[in-house]
């Protein structure tokens, strides 16, 4: 049986390119053990004794990887407090391409970005793709040139095993959904139309870390360290102190984007010695470093992160501010509690309150309780009077589509927003938060398209948040 297992498994894991019967054989595999999701380390008898690392099964190409990383760097350049310190952002990538140089990518080419972000707390993340963000906190925190490279070689090494799409693929797999942003993003009506910026925030769905490959991206990167020149002792001393802050009352963000798989120091000192240990003139710190330590222990206090990307599963929301904050899109104006969060895109916004996005236990985060406004496009006559019916009755089925137990609770009745004929209709569907939701869906046509309003709540809530979506809609002002 063990024969079997690791034969298979190799055969899984042997291309980044499957083939059909590639996919069928990692059924197979997956069917004969669990093991698959294991780390598995083959040690090589021609080069060196290092370990060596198999990237998990992935349904997505390396390209996949670079467009989903992209859309999502690009909201989090928007939505995080960066350092916006060039000096701070050169450094980081200066040191992080001095490590992409010993990354196996396998021959793929990543647009490497690296951005300071303004924010204490010990972290950095990748997205897939190779867009890094290094907290200032981590560079605070690290004793030595060395210590910061070990969490930066950590973060590339998720890049390269491209770990946040194998996740995603491992969830799509399961499910047998369709489409791997439809993958990602279903679950709920929420979930379906939630901004990715929210979705994807730090410590959600991309980021979510196996044990498995934490132990992997802890192994590669202290390869990559090693042979980039630094001192590979600097991986376990830097876990160390992560490990001695948890003691502490905020616990760094780092480990719960990055679970401890257990004898994290252990497995690292054990690779360090496969190298044939630290070498004598190892790299451990540089001038550039500390004189960037102390200029981003000098930078302005961070500004406040926006709520909607803030951690979720911590209760329920607390109750919407009496107090509204102004909104304003090209094509509608509006006011929301000035308590919740609010992410926007091009097509739409979401307003959330804090905890109004969960994770599910699939990983998956979906939006439970909020607003999402969307604009979409409609087929024929914006002028003519059943376009509103028909581009409605569209909406619904598109949902209907991603979300099937999305159902009609309330046949769709005339209402007026702002003056304007729309449709009030009410849908019931699954409630990330447990049992069902409530979602109370404005549509009105517009020069642009169909814009929708479409109020989400937890049936047993709902009550709770009717007057302050009703509060919302009055306060919309349509553009003429
Ligand atoms: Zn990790």
């Given at each position: ?19 059909t ?43 996949a ?8 760097a690009d ?43 303004n ?34 070689g ?35 009506t929420g ?39 630094y ?8 876990f ?9 009352k ?23 010695d ?9 790299r ?16 302005p ?30 094509s509608?104006?509006l ?40 604009l ?22 598109n ?10 609770s ?71």
């Amino acid at each position: 049986m063990g024969e079997l297992m690791s034969t298979l498994a190799r055969s899984v894991f042997r291309n980044s390119h499957h083939t059909t019967s590639d996919l069928r054989r990692s059924q197979a595999a997956k069917v004969w053990c669990g093991c698959l999701l294991g780390v598995l380390f083959t040690a090589s008898a021609v080069r060196a004794q290092r370990s060596e690392l198999k990237a998990p099964w992935n349904l997505d190409s390396p390209q996949a990887d670079v467009q989903v990383g992209n859309q999502n760097a690009d909201l989090m350049q928007k939505k995080l407090p960066l350092c916006n310190d060039p000096r701070a952002d050169q450094y980081l990538t200066t040191l992080g391409m001095r490590l992409v140089a010993k990354l196996p990518t396998k021959g793929v080419q990543y647009p490497w970005e690296f951005h300071c972000v303004n924010d204490k707390s010990i972290n950095a993340f990748a997205l897939p793709g190779g867009y890094v963000f290094v907290n200032r906190g981590a560079i605070e925190a690290a004793d030595n040139e060395a210590q910061l490279a070990a969490v930066m070689g950590h973060e590339l090494s998720h890049v390269a095993l491209r770990h946040g799409t194998a996740q995603a693929s491992k969830a799509q797999f399961t499910q047998g959904a369709a489409g791997i942003l439809g993958g990602l993003l279903g679950g709920s009506t929420g979930g379906q139309l939630l901004t990715q910026g929210v979705a994807l925030g730090a410590g959600g769905l991309l980021l979510h870390y196996s044990r498995a490959d934490e132990t992997q991206a802890d192994v590669m990167g202290t390869q990559v360290i090693y042979d980039a020149g630094y001192d590979p002792r600097a991986m376990a001393q830097f876990f160390e102190k992560l490990q001695a802050e948890t003691k502490g009352k905020n616990p760094p963000q780092f480990l719960s984007d990055h679970p401890n798989p257990g004898n994290r120091v252990e497995r690292v000192d054990q690779e360090i010695d496969k190298l044939g240990g630290p070498r004598p003139n190892a790299r451990k710190d540089s001038a550039e470093f500390e004189a960037i330590k102390r200029e981003v222990l000098a930078l302005p206090a961070p500004k406040k992160v926006a709520p909607a990307i803030a951690a979720a599963n911590s209760g329920p929301p607390p109750a919407p501010s009496g107090h509204y904050a102004e909104y304003s899109a090209s094509s509608y104006s509006l006011k929301y509690p000035d308590n919740w969060g609010q992410s926007d895109d091009k097509n739409g916004a979401t307003f959330v309150p804090p905890n109004g996005v969960l994770q599910g236990s699939d990983g998956q985060a979906a939006l439970a309780y909020g607003m999402i406004v969307d604009l979409s496009p409609i087929q024929g006559d914006a002028s003519n009077p059943d376009t509103l019916r028909t581009a409605t009755q569209q909406l619904i089925q598109n949902l209907q589509h991603t979300n099937p137990n999305l159902k009609i609770s309330r046949e769709s009745g005339p209402v007026k927003l702002n003056g304007q004929p729309g449709l009030s209709t009410y849908l019931s569907n699954d409630s990330p938060a447990g049992g069902q939701e409530t979602d109370w869906l404005i549509t009105v046509v517009q020069p642009q398209g169909l814009l929708s309003f479409l109020c989400v709540a937890p049936q047993g809530a709902y009550s709770d948040y009717d007057k302050t979506f009703s509060t919302i809609l009055d306060s919309v002002r349509l553009s003429k």
